[in-house]
C-alpha cells in the first residue's frame, strides 16, 4: 500500500467507522477500487466483502457476537496497526466452482467461495440424486449418492457449514460433506490438488456458494467441477494465524 490507504467501509453499521477513521490521515475513504476494505460486523459481512471484491485485503472488525473470523479489538486500535502496517498478511485458500451442462465443454458459470459451494435439492420434498469423482477416481465406487445434497468446504469454512454437518474441522484440503443420505456416505478431506467432480443425476438443484442471495439453478445432468481457485481470500489479521481454523 502507498502513503495513502484507499480503503472501502463495508458492513451494516460501517458508518459508525467514520469517526474513527477521521483521525487518520493516511486512510481516505472511497467506494471504488480501495486499496483495502474494512468490514465491520460479524463472519457473514466478510464472506459478502469477499463476494463484492474478490482479493482485495479485508481488515474485519468485529462488531457482533458471530465474529469468530473477526479482529476483536476496538476500531482505533486495529486503525492505528493497519496505518503502521502492523497487521499480518493472510491468504486463504478458496473454491472456484464451474458448471457445465451435460456433454458441454464450455462452461455455463464459475463462481468463488471462501467457505464453501453448497449443492442442494431444489425441492424440499424431493431428494437430489448425484455422482462424485475425485479427479478422476469414481467416489463410492461410483454409486449414486441421494439426499439433500452435498458440500464442498475449504479449511477457512470448515468451522461453518462443514462442522455442522460432519462436526469436524480441518486444517488443509478440500472437504466433501454429505447432507441426509439415505445411505451412510462417509465424508472426505482430499489433497487442495484434487478435482472434486460431481453430476447431478436426478434434480433439479440449486447451487449455493457462502453467504450469496443468489441461488443457481442445477439441472439433471449438469457437471460442476471443483477446485482450489487460482486467487486466494486476502485478510488482514492482528497476529499470524497457526491454521486457518483459528479465530482472529
Given at each position: 500500500?502507498?502513503?495513502?490507504i484507499?480503503?472501502?467501509?463495508y458492513?451494516a453499521?460501517?458508518?459508525?467507522?467514520?469517526?474513527?477513521?477521521?483521525?487518520?490521515?493516511?486512510?481516505?475513504?472511497?467506494?471504488?477500487?480501495?486499496?483495502?476494505?474494512?468490514?465491520?460486523?460479524?463472519?457473514?459481512?466478510?464472506?459478502?466483502?469477499?463476494?463484492?471484491?474478490?482479493?482485495?485485503?479485508?481488515?474485519?472488525?468485529?462488531?457482533?457476537?458471530?465474529?469468530?473470523?473477526?479482529?476483536?479489538?476496538?476500531?482505533?486500535?486495529?486503525?492505528?496497526?493497519?496505518?503502521?502496517?502492523?497487521?499480518?498478511r493472510?491468504?486463504?485458500?478458496?473454491?472456484?466452482?464451474t458448471?457445465?451442462?451435460?456433454?458441454?465443454?464450455?462452461?455455463?458459470y464459475?463462481?468463488?467461495?471462501?467457505n464453501?459451494?453448497?449443492?442442494?435439492?431444489?425441492?424440499?420434498?424431493?431428494?437430489?440424486?448425484f455422482?462424485?469423482w475425485?479427479?478422476?477416481?469414481?467416489?463410492?465406487?461410483?454409486?449414486?449418492?441421494?439426499?439433500?445434497?452435498?458440500?464442498?468446504?475449504?479449511?477457512?469454512g470448515?468451522?461453518?457449514?462443514?462442522?455442522?454437518?460432519?462436526?469436524?474441522?480441518?486444517?488443509t484440503?478440500?472437504?466433501?460433506?454429505?447432507?441426509?443420505?439415505?445411505?451412510?456416505?462417509?465424508?472426505?478431506?482430499?489433497?487442495?490438488?484434487?478435482?472434486?467432480?460431481?453430476?447431478i443425476t436426478?434434480?433439479?438443484?440449486?447451487?449455493?456458494?457462502?453467504?450469496?442471495?443468489?441461488?443457481?439453478?442445477?439441472?439433471?445432468?449438469?457437471?460442476?467441477?471443483?477446485?482450489?481457485?487460482?486467487?486466494?481470500?486476502?485478510?488482514?489479521?492482528?497476529?499470524?494465524?497457526?491454521n486457518?481454523?483459528?479465530?482472529?
Amino acid at each position: 500500500m502507498g502513503d495513502v490507504i484507499k480503503a472501502a467501509l463495508y458492513g451494516a453499521e460501517a458508518d459508525a467507522l467514520l469517526p474513527h477513521v477521521a483521525k487518520f490521515s493516511q486512510v481516505k475513504v472511497v467506494e471504488k477500487s480501495p486499496d483495502v476494505v474494512i468490514c465491520f460486523g460479524g463472519d457473514g459481512t466478510l464472506l459478502s466483502a469477499e463476494l463484492k471484491w474478490p482479493g482485495v485485503p479485508k481488515v474485519p472488525i468485529r462488531n457482533s457476537r458471530r465474529g469468530h473470523r473477526c479482529i476483536p479489538h476496538a476500531p482505533a486500535k486495529v486503525l492505528e496497526r493497519l496505518v503502521n502496517n502492523k497487521l499480518t498478511r493472510t491468504e486463504f485458500v478458496k473454491i472456484s466452482c464451474t458448471v457445465f451442462d451435460d456433454g458441454a465443454d464450455k462452461p455455463k458459470y464459475t463462481v468463488a467461495a471462501m467457505n464453501e459451494c453448497n449443492v442442494h435439492m431444489g425441492h424440499i420434498n424431493l431428494a437430489v440424486r448425484f455422482k462424485i469423482w475425485l479427479d478422476e477416481e469414481p467416489f463410492a465406487n461410483g454409486i449414486e449418492i441421494l439426499g439433500d445434497g452435498f458440500i464442498v468446504s475449504t479449511p477457512f469454512g470448515s468451522t461453518a457449514y462443514f462442522n455442522q454437518i460432519t462436526r469436524g474441522v480441518f486444517y488443509t484440503g478440500l472437504g466433501v460433506a454429505f447432507k441426509n443420505t439415505t445411505e451412510l456416505t462417509s465424508h472426505v478431506i482430499v489433497p487442495e490438488s484434487v478435482v472434486v467432480r460431481a453430476q447431478i443425476t436426478r434434480g433439479p438443484a440449486v447451487l449455493a456458494y457462502d453467504n450469496t442471495e443468489k441461488y443457481l439453478d442445477l439441472r439433471q445432468g449438469d457437471r460442476l467441477e471443483l477446485r482450489k481457485s487460482e486467487t486466494p481470500a486476502t485478510v488482514l489479521t492482528w497476529s499470524r494465524l497457526s491454521n486457518p481454523a483459528n479465530g482472529f
